[in-house]
Antibody, heavy 115, light 112 residues
């Protein structure tokens, strides 16, 4: 069955970076893009961007350019998102999801930014 | 950005009853390829969102036929009939036609 397994919760200091992972199984990894979504209580669900798992090409929501960097390791069927220059506003749950239609979602990673 | 407006924000329903959720977009969601990329998701308490409906009216694998989607252009509806306890949670619409992709604010379905 299709699964997207994300890495564990992160506690980070302001100004630092975190890199979270999303390991896919149960399907051909390079057949679907991986999208990333941010969820907060205040802003709801926000689309960060996607990565073409075959070519590594990316597309970012303008709001997240410079904040998020999406990469992929085809050999391990894993997608990554690095969040840089963290501020408290980056505290959220971050999800990866499969494809354009977000047909399957990871369990989410809670990122807390606090000094 | 395309604004997705869901109404109502919350909904109370009796088990076995029927209800509907509206989603309106600030621009037409008809893509240049002729498809309309409007999706519906349910986020149950403590869980990740799960896909229910894709491209307006197509039920995703395993989704019961109690769920149905309809609409066109800028106006879309999700109908839930014979509501069951596992249907409770927050429903979101999402558009995949325009960049950046955007979500509705959510509709919380609760038991009456």
């Amino acid at each position: 069955q299709v699964q997207l397994q994300q890495s564990g919760a992160e506690l980070a200091k302001p100004g630092s970076s975190v890199k979270i992972s999303c390991k896919a199984s149960g399907y051909t990894f390079t057949s679907y893009y991986i999208s990333w979504i941010k969820q907060t209580t205040g802003q709801g669900l926000e689309y960060i961007g996607y990565i073409n798992t075959g070519s590594g090409g990316t597309n970012y929501n303008e709001k997240f350019k410079g904040k998020a960097t999406l990469t992929v390791d085809k050999s391990s069927s894993t997608a990554f998102m690095q969040l840089s220059s963290l501020t408290p506003d980056d505290s959220a749950v971050y999800y990866c999801a499969r494809g354009y239609g977000l047909s399957y979602w990871g369990q989410g990673v809670m990122v807390t930014v606090s000094s | 950005d395309v604004v997705m407006t869901q109404t109502p924000v919350s909904l109370s329903v009796s088990l076995g009853g029927q209800t509907s959720i509206s989603c309106r977009s600030s621009q037409s969601l008809v893509h240049s390829d002729g498809n309309t990329y409007l999706y519906w998701y349910l986020q149950k308490p403590g869980q990740s969102p799960q896909l229910l409906i894709y491209k307006v009216s197509n039920r995703f694998s395993g989704v019961p036929d109690r769920f149905s989607g309809s609409g066109s252009g800028t106006d879309f509806t999700l109908k839930i009939s014979r509501v069951e306890p596992e249907d409770l949670g927050v429903y979101y619409c999402y558009q995949g036609t325009h960049y950046p992709r955007t979500f509705g604010g959510g509709t919380k379905l609760e038991l009456k």
